[in-house]
């Protein structure tokens, strides 16, 4: 069965600081991978995702993740943080069959703070 | 093009009392799904549904939840007799095509069963 561990609940980063966000997954097939991101009082919206292309995957806002299948992450990262970057950001796995991704399997969610 | 509409935001029932959520799909999205989230939990899908037909209902509880997307309207997702382990965040998302990345997520409703 497919599972995702997104580690740390909430990660503090000061502003201009690097974000590092930890997505790792188990999936028995190649995955498809997203990172989606939630503002405060809005919807969930997709950052990025990975489809079995490119393993650097660029997203909106200046972030990027990158695919290592050997270490079955999927980290995010972002060079400096924005006051603007602070909402809950979560990593989901589908087992690659795009027209049922509404069946993807998420993670708990990693809440970003951001020091001014 | 406002995006996906849910309401309430927030919904206090009793034990035993039923609680309705809305979600207005984006202009154009005729696929609707429900997610729960459950504290310091990933998001679990619940029903996917088209106008007037329910596609995959695989993850509702079997009894007591109930979901509806009527030829005019919001979908409706219901909670009959509602218990505290129903308390959770309840989001929905729509898209003009099934699945693919196009969907677009809700604000989410957050239920409080006291």
């Known amino acids: 069965a497919q599972s995702v561990t997104q580690l740390g609940s909430h990660v503090s980063v000061s502003e201009g600081a690097l974000v590092l966000l930890r997505c790792n997954y188990s999936?028995?097939?190649?995955?498809?991978l997203f990172w989606y991101v939630q503002y405060p009082n809005q919807g969930l919206q997709l950052l990025l995702k990975y489809t079995s292309a490119a393993t650097l995957v660029k997203g909106i806002n200046g972030f990027e993740a990158e695919f290592k299948k050997s270490e079955t992450s999927f980290h995010l990262t972002k060079p400096s943080a924005h006051m603007s970057d602070a909402a809950e950001y979560f990593c989901a796995v589908s087992d690659g069959f795009m027209d049922s991704n509404y069946q993807l399997i998420w993670g708990a969610g990693t809440k970003l703070i951001i020091k001014p | 093009n406002a995006g996906v509409m849910q309401n309430p935001r927030h919904l206090v029932r009793r034990r035993g009392q039923e609680a309705r959520l809305r979600c207005s799909p984006m202009?154009?999205?005729?696929?609707v799904y429900w997610y729960r989230q459950l504290p310091e939990e990933g998001l679990k899908f619940m029903v996917y549904?088209?106008?007037?037909?329910?596609?995959?209902e695989s993850g509702m509880p079997k009894e007591r939840f109930s979901a509806e997307f009527p030829k005019e309207g919001p979908s409706i997702l219901r909670i009959q007799q509602v218990v505290r382990g129903d308390s959770a965040a309840y989001f929905c998302?729509?898209?003009?095509?099934?699945?693919?990345?196009?969907?677009?997520f809700g604000q989410g409703t957050r239920l409080t069963v006291v």
């Open positions: 998302a729509s898209s003009p095509v099934q699945g693919g990345t196009e969907a677009f």
């Open positions: 999936s028995s097939v190649p995955p498809y």
């Open positions: 202009k154009g999205h005729s696929h």
């Open positions: 549904l088209q106008k007037e037909n329910i596609i995959d």
